[in-house]
């Protein structure tokens, strides 16, 4: 687990500055402080950070092939790395270390750019060939590892993170409006696009690849989920398919020369992996816990009971409104606006495992694999009334009963129609993005200062989402996994555990995110995964063998702080000093007069706006952060930089 950087030039006789290309690594260090390396040859420079797990002597990058014309940069673990060497070494190939990286640089000599196919694991790779003056990036299947990319006409520079793209000095700081359009929306900036025009994040399961004699850049999907019901096997046969598949995935995830640790958070998958683990280890596993004095959001009372029937080594904390400090901490790894709170408590929770190990293992996936989420079951429900509702009525006549049915968090749950009106007169891939939206038009862009708006236009922030749900095909549940898996999975989920992991120093490795457990679960007929409105029913009568029965049954929780107490107590004192300041680097960017609209709404209790306010605090924090440095900050001639463009 590590980082990566590098920068390639079209021209031969632009040479890479090493002390730029050191800058750039130093950038990323907290995700590999054990060791740098550094491979520079004319107009190609690549870097790494080191955190050591496997080949802990042998195993620093960048790693070469036999005569040095292959050079291989790698964050990630490559779990089928040993089953892939001794095959490679069957064919005549020479290996000098032990690692799992050296085997991309053999296999890439046999396959060319279809080597990534056959690995299995989570990876972000770097590669040059010097024989072919070729540059190969590519990112794992689900997008667990990041990967930023900033290519123009003369030059690619590339990063785990944003932050050597900026150490770098090409890049200008200039906002995309479309991107904070879907900041808004999502509380993330989901597929390829960045908060900064000119930056682009490589999509999951594809490379780029860039022929420089040429200077032909060429960016390619390699795999893609398969959603086809296999109607074959009974329920019986998939819990035994399930259970050896997850057992192998666990094993496989445990494969590391350091100790592994484990997340619980006390819900049904973090259980089951956990105690996966601790039967194929021989001593018991270190576990690590983060609660809530608030009761509605405090798991621990679960993660212990699960801590004692495995018999692990347990670790917790209470999460504390004082937690809240870490805001500008947070927007400095995190690179981009990030609003998703359960931030602030998995950087804890991270600090404290790296206190005792270097890598653990985490539940994420399971939702996404099984069925997991109660909007899923919820929108299920939506999908069967919408079968019924003739398509020519639905525009025009729901859409506008919908526009002007108020917006009344206060009023009784059965008439708070707004969102179930939009969604019955939408088609099916755009009700469930709007399932999903944080803030909805008109409140976004009543929020957006009124020159950012008018660069915006028609921006449609339903298409990633809306465009992933097509790839579920006819089955509405399977559109909704899909849709997650192209937004919230990688760029929510899986960014917030890499950042706050990485930068305490910690590797973090989902099992139930390998590739042949979810495509092995995509052919699970959607029924078995939603039964009857239970969520995640397979996978439920699966672990029964396994996690006692009180953590089955028990109600899914979800990991964020409480925000909507907490705004109405020291968070909203907080917003008052960094988004409503006056001067605040956000003027450019927010409206503050209907910010401050809101949080008196939310105070007063006659709107319940918590998630939004905090998408706004942690916009505040990052501008302030990443807008207002000596080469970026706006003054009154000159305003926050904001273009009408954007990645697509």
Avoid at 535 to 553: F, G
Wanted: charged letters at 25%; a negative charge; aromatic letters at 8%.
């Amino acid at each position: 687990m590590c980082g990566i950087t590098g920068v390639v030039y079209s021209e031969r006789g632009r040479n890479v500055d090493p002390g730029v290309l050191k800058r750039m690594a130093d950038s990323i260090a907290h995700r590999g402080p054990d060791a740098d390396g550094f491979h520079v040859d004319r107009n190609v420079g690549l870097a790494h950070r080191r955190l050591s797990i496997i080949d802990l002597e042998g195993g620093d990058q960048p790693i070469e092939n036999e005569d040095g014309s292959v050079q291989v940069v790698f964050n990630g673990e490559i779990y089928n790395f040993r089953e892939l060497r001794s095959e490679l070494e069957s064919k005549g190939h020479k290996f000098r270390t032990f690692s799992d990286t050296e085997v991309i640089v053999h296999l890439y000599e046999e396959l060319g750019d279809r080597c990534v196919e056959r690995l299995r694991g989570m990876f972000a790779i770097a590669l040059w060939d010097a024989r072919q003056q070729r540059l190969l990036l590519a990112r794992d299947r689900v997008g667990i590892k990041p990967l930023f990319v900033s290519v123009n006409d003369g030059r690619v520079v590339f990063g785990s993170e944003l932050k050597p793209l900026l150490a770098h000095g090409d890049i200008q700081r200039e906002i995309d409006p479309a991107a904070i359009d879907e900041y808004l929306n999502y509380g993330v900036i989901p597929g390829n696009r960045c908060v900064f025009r000119g930056v682009e994040k490589l999509l999951p399961g594809h490379v780029l690849t860039v022929d420089v004699s040429r200077w032909q850049v060429e960016r390619r999907r390699y795999w893609q989920l398969d959603f086809e019901a296999d109607e074959t096997l009974s329920v019986d046969d998939w819990q035994e398919a399930i259970l050896a598949k997850l057992d192998e995935t666990v094993r496989l995830h445990l494969l590391a020369d350091v100790s592994v640790g484990s997340f619980l958070s006390g819900g049904i998958d973090s259980s089951i992996v956990t105690g996966l683990a601790s039967r194929a280890l021989s001593t018991p596993i270190q576990t690590f816990s983060m609660g809530f004095r608030e009761a509605a959001f405090n798991e621990l009372p679960a993660a212990r009971e699960i801590a004692e029937h495995f018999g692990t080594e347990h670790n917790e904390q209470v999460v504390s409104t004082d937690a809240v400090s870490l805001l500008p901490k947070l927007t400095k790894f995190y690179d981009e606006p990030f609003a998703d709170s359960s931030a602030v408590p998995t950087f804890l929770v991270s600090q404290i495992a790296s206190q005792h190990v270097k890598v653990v293992l985490s539940g994420d996936g399971g939702d996404e694999a099984l069925g997991g989420y109660s909007r899923y079951a919820h929108d299920l429900k939506e999908a069967s009334v919408r079968r019924l509702i003739p398509s020519w009525m639905r525009r025009p006549i729901l859409s506008t009963l919908a526009s002007t049915w108020p917006k009344a968090d206060w009023l009784p749950r059965p008439l708070r129609l707004k969102t179930f009106l939009t969604n019955m007169s939408l088609p099916p891939g755009e009700a469930y993005a709007n399932t999903l939206s944080l803030s909805r038009l008109p409140m976004r862009h009543q929020l957006l200062n009124a020159q950012l708006v008018s660069k915006i236009g028609n921006h449609d922030t339903s298409r990633v989402a809306a465009n992933g749900f097509r790839h579920g095909g006819a089955d509405p549940l399977n559109g909704m996994i899909a849709a997650d898996m192209a937004t919230l999975l990688p760029d929510d989920y899986l960014v917030k555990v890499d950042r706050a992991s990485m930068a305490n120093g910690l590797e973090v490795r989902p099992p139930m995110l390998d590739h042949e457990f979810l495509e092995l679960c995509a052919r699970v007929p959607a029924r078995l995964k939603i039964n009857h409105g239970e969520t995640k029913w397979l996978l439920r009568q699966t672990a029964r063998s396994l996690v006692p029965p009180s953590i089955i049954d028990r109600p899914k929780q979800g990991f964020e702080i409480p925000v909507d107490q907490w705004f109405r107590g020291s968070l909203g004192e907080m917003f008052r000093d960094t988004v409503l300041a006056s001067g605040s680097t956000l003027s450019g960017i927010v409206n503050q007069t209907t910010a401050e609209q809101m949080l008196e709404q939310h105070c007063r209790g006659t709107g319940r706006h918590g998630s939004t306010l905090w998408s706004l605090l942690t916009l505040a924090s990052w501008a302030d952060q990443y807008m207002s440095g000596p080469s970026s900050r706006p003054t009154s001639e000159r305003p926050i930089a904001v273009s009408a463009g954007g990645a697509s």
